[in-house]
């Protein structure tokens, strides 16, 4: 019987996410984890196609696992996540050394690898195996999917159409959590304001928050990622009155142009997501708000980006995640467009959108300099303990401080990514 499993895993959260529910189910089953790929009986490669880079990792770790099972015939190997389309033959003949290929979420291919009378743990999104918490911080995906097609997204056709978890399955998975020692959930989905919309009772997720904000030892509570349209008044109005959930927004926008948001099909114009910015700090004028762009989308003219940046200035977000435009095999854009903006617009684009961001980001940050925030100390690195404000901005102590404790610190420099502080609670140092 398969006894050790390698697991490795490039992408976002959600990938992230999955990956530890999978070692969950190999956990239950009696497989041990190995962090030696050449000790494993099977390994499993997590694999992202939101952008090359990340595909090119994946291709570069199969390639080393298929030299790898030429010494080791025996290895099981599984590929799963967003490269895994409803069509394999292509990565069956790229890449003939892999023995299950499996959509996110899709786990029982690699599960039938295993040899031998295993546990059945059947049952979508295998609702009674909780991954086993590695800190004080946790993800759980609580809608999977997406219906939005934007043309640039390939996510929609790997991850399927937004499907939500039911409400009571995903309580019980965050008071397993908070009971394990965790603090601190972040509650995840493609759009994750459209929870619930698929299910019969259609609650929301403010609805989630409000249930999720009952349970003991749960200190906080984030998600990611919004979408302007589905992002209701009634769900801020949940976030700005539950002390629990954390004011802190991952909005993406994309572009600034009219033009260019409709050619994305994003669905919404400029003025409709500067209005829902506003409605957001109506009710929460501190809130932290981060945003994705894309430049050098196809057709995109210095003026379209001129658009960009003059929303950027607008806004002024925490933190601006900026990405060249690059085509994804399958997408809409990848099929009708035509990638026209030459490689070095797009870099001097990148380059003047990282430019504001820094700025904006560094002036936001020195306004909470002298200012005592309640830290979550999610780790340590080196010797020095960090975690989060309210309004997700990352913070580095000076001083020692408990990980899991919440923690008032007074912030004594900003730069343009963090802040940085020192307790004022002797009562709380380790």
Not at 96 to 123: K, N, S, T, W, Y
Not at 294 to 322: C, M, N, Q, W
Not at 371 to 397: C, D, M, N, W
Request: aromatic share 8%; hydrophobic share 40%; with cysteine.
């Amino acid at each position: 019987m398969t006894s050790r499993y390698y697991l490795w895993t490039v992408g976002c959260q959600m990938n992230k996410a999955d990956s530890e529910k999978l070692a969950a189910g190999f956990d239950r089953m009696g497989l041990k984890a190995t962090d030696r790929i050449e000790r494993a009986d099977i390994v499993v490669v997590n694999t992202c196609s939101v952008r090359q880079h990340a595909e090119d990792r994946a291709y570069s770790k199969l390639g080393r696992i298929s030299e790898l099972k030429k010494t080791k015939p025996q290895l099981k190997v599984a590929v799963m996540g967003c490269m895994v389309g409803l069509k394999t033959d292509e990565l069956r003949k790229r890449f003939p050394q892999v023995d299950a290929f499996a959509r996110p979420q899709q786990f029982e291919p690699i599960m039938e690898l295993i040899e031998g009378p295993h546990e059945d743990l059947g049952g979508e999104f295998w609702p009674s195996t909780y991954a086993i918490p590695e800190g004080p911080t946790a993800f759980v995906p609580v809608v999977h999917g997406c219906n939005k097609f934007c043309t640039y997204c390939i996510v929609p056709y790997r991850r399927g159409r937004e499907k939500s978890r039911p409400m009571d399955e995903i309580v019980r998975e965050v008071a397993y959590l908070a009971a394990n020692g965790v603090r601190e959930v972040t509650l995840l989905g493609q759009t994750v304001e459209a929870y619930g919309h698929d299910l019969a009772e259609q609650p929301d997720l403010g609805d989630l928050m409000r249930e999720l904000s009952a349970i003991e030892r749960l200190e906080r509570i984030r998600f990611l990622t919004s979408y302007p349209k589905d992002m209701t008044h009634r769900i801020l109005e949940a976030i700005a009155g539950l002390p629990k959930v954390m004011e802190c927004f991952s909005l993406p926008v994309q572009a600034g142009s009219d033009r260019v948001l409709e050619s994305m099909r994003r669905g919404y114009t400029r003025a409709e997501y500067l209005a829902k910015i506003a409605e957001v700090r109506a009710l929460m004028p501190a809130a932290g708000i981060t945003t994705d762009v894309i430049v050098g989308y196809p057709g995109e003219t210095e003026a379209d980006f001129e658009e960009s940046l003059s929303l950027l200035e607008e806004v002024r977000f925490d933190k601006v995640h900026v990405a060249a435009y690059s085509p994804r095999p399958g997408t809409i854009a990848y099929r009708k467009m035509e990638d026209d903006v030459p490689a070095a617009t797009k870099a001097e684009w990148l380059h003047r959108v990282e430019e504001v961001e820094h700025r904006i980001s560094e002036e936001i940050n020195a306004t909470y300099v002298g200012a005592v925030q309640s830290i979550l100390v999610e780790g340590i690195r080196g010797e020095q303990p960090f975690g989060r404000t309210q309004t997700g901005k990352l913070v580095h102590l000076d001083a020692p401080a408990r990980v899991g404790s919440l923690v008032d610190v007074r912030i004594e420099h900003a730069g343009p990514f963090s802040l940085r502080g020192t307790p004022v609670d002797a009562l709380v140092l380790a």
